[in-house]
């Protein structure tokens, strides 16, 4: 017999876009060194003056040690090696044309779709929640829903790396409301807010695209079934990761023309963070919030399976483990994906989830929890289904 209550609403498939390129550490670095060796000669009248420092090398060994990354994946690669650019080429589509964040959230979605037999029909409500929106509107995810062919309605959410739990919870409310599948996308192309010229941050994020079908509980699951037993949100404010990019920018110069928010040099319209802060703010801020969670469900932690963290930091994810574990946790009890995909924030918690939870069997538990800015953070409990 089970402990819980029926759960009401369960998670019937997830689905995963790659993109096709990946950046090792090494190309990484090696572009990233290189622009160092150009900027320090060009401005060595400057440095000599002691007008400005010379710039400092990046290397493998302390990305590797300092985040537990090792690769990721990008949309475009040529543009972030390329010194003289050192960000993605992404050529402007015409408005004819499926954006970019669109199409790979597609990509996810049909994945998903496909691994639950489930057709455009059989869904009610399409929720994209990412870190990151191409554009203000009209929302990506009317635009996914079209491609799609879904019918019903649609909308953006952005919380952040915590966003797909966030996604889960509102998914939750839109079918306990009278939705019978509502799917949630989490495309995020990080590197395209990501200033490659940081040696602090240069290294910290990759692209992907995930995708989650939530059903309601109430007859013979879709695809293979994952049981919510409960769903918890936390935010609290801090400047210490943020991205002032914005519709405002171009209105903030007192004198001059306006900028133009995409070539403005300003580097605080892409993502800035104080990552020491961060590290020591959000680790008890989680640990605590999955610790509450499973004590108010009464679910013993020993007794969870797998916690699929949101992939930010190795070290974090194994402080947070050990906080509420007592304990290390082992790699197939906290999987690691960021050594691959990188941080790939809403993204990184349900990657993990989708490609380690084969071995789950009828009754196992696990945590879904995603983290980032705002401060923000979503734990979801699920149990195998039968
Ligand atoms: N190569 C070599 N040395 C380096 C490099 C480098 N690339 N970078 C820094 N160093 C040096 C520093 O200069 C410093 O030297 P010194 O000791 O002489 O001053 C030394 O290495 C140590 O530097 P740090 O203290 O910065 O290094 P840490 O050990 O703290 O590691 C990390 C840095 C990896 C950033 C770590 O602090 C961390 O991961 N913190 C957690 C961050 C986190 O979780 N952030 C969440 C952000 S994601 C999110 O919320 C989503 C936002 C939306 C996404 C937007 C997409 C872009």
């Given amino acids: 017999m089970s402990q819980f209550p029926a759960a009401d609403i369960r998670i019937v498939a997830t689905g995963l876009y790659t993109p096709p390129h990946a950046i090792s550490n090494d190309e990484l670095v090696a572009a990233f060194n290189a622009y160092v060796v150009k900027f320090n000669e060009d401005n060595a009248a400057k440095i000599e003056a002691g007008e400005i420092d010379p710039l400092q090398p990046s290397s493998s060994e302390f990305i590797e040690k300092a ?77 996914i829903q079209a491609a799609l062919g879904i019918e019903g309605f649609a909308f953006d959410m952005n919380v952040a790396c915590a966003s797909a739990a966030f996604g889960i919870e ?46 309601r509980a109430d007859g013979a699951p879709s695809g293979e079934a994952w049981e919510i037993l409960g769903t918890r949100l936390k935010t609290q404010f801090s400047n210490n990761i943020r991205n002032n990019f914005g519709f405002l920018n171009h209105c903030e110069r007192e004198t001059g023309a306006p900028a133009d928010p995409q070539t403005d040099p300003a580097t605080d319209k892409l993502f800035m963070q104080e990552g020491r802060k961060v590290f020591k703010d959000v680790v008890p801020m989680v640990s605590e919030l999955i610790s509450t969670h499973l004590g108010d469900l009464g679910v013993a932690p020993e007794t969870v399976k797998r916690f699929w963290l949101h992939q930010a930091n190795l070290a974090m994810n194994e402080f947070i483990a050990r906080k509420v574990l007592g304990r290390d946790a082992t790699r197939e009890e906290a999987p690691v994906i960021l050594d691959a995909y990188a941080n790939t924030s809403s993204a990184g918690s349900i990657i993990a989830f989708h490609k380690h939870k084969a071995d789950f069997a009828a009754g196992d538990i696990g945590v879904i929890c995603g983290f980032g800015a705002g401060y923000s953070a979503g734990s979801v409990i699920v149990r195998k289904a039968a």
């Fill in 67 to 143: 985040s537990g990354i090792k690769s990721r994946y990008v949309v475009e690669k040529d543009g972030i090696l390329d010194i003289d650019r050192m960000a993605p080429r992404v050529a402007a589509r015409p408005n004819e044309e499926l954006s970019l964040l669109a199409e790979i959230a597609v990509a996810a979605a049909r994945d998903a779709m496909r691994a639950a037999d489930l057709k455009p029909v059989d869904i009610d409500g399409v929720i994209c929640a990412a870190s990151n929106m191409q554009r203000a509107y009209p929302a990506i995810a009317v635009e």
């Fill in 170 to 215: 509102t998914g939750l409310g839109l079918i306990r409301a009278g939705a019978r599948r509502i799917l949630m996308v989490n495309p995020e192309i990080c590197s395209a807010h990501l200033n490659f010229r940081n040696r602090d941050c240069h290294f910290i994020f990759g692209d992907v695209a995930t995708a989650v079908i939530l059903e």
